[in-house]
């Protein structure tokens, strides 16, 4: 690997990693995740349930590509919301990256 590519990667780990907003975002998310998952997967319900919309809002627009797909399996859901707020958490870094340094110059 050469030293660009490893430069990168090592940006977008520490991106995230040094940001707590960042961190607070995936906590929630993980928690609304786990949440909906649990929901879906061992409650029965008469009508009607919203749990599975909520992580799809909290990490959109990334997640919306979860409507595109066309398996509807809950390993699909999970995977496509987990990586839409990884996604997320890296835009939030960057954005308050960006913010940070365009007040100290």
């Not at 660009?4 to 906590?27: K, Q």
């Not at 609304?32 to 599975?52: G, I, P, R």
């Not at 996604?87 to 110059?105: P, V």
Request: charged share 15%; proline share 3%; aromatic share 8%.
């Amino acid at each position: 690997m050469d030293s660009c590519t490893t430069a990168r990667s090592d940006g977008i780990r520490t991106a995230v990693a040094r940001n707590r907003l960042s961190w607070l975002y995936l906590a929630v998310t993980a928690a609304v995740l786990t949440w909906a998952v649990t929901d879906q997967a061992s409650l029965t319900h008469t009508d009607a349930t919203f749990s599975a919309v909520w992580p799809l809002l909290l990490t959109a627009p990334t997640s919306w590509l979860l409507l595109v797909l066309p398996a509807e399996s809950l390993a699909v859901y999970t995977g496509v919301v987990t990586l839409a707020a990884v996604a997320n958490a890296w835009f939030i870094a960057k954005l308050i990256r960006t913010a940070r340094g365009s007040d100290q110059e």
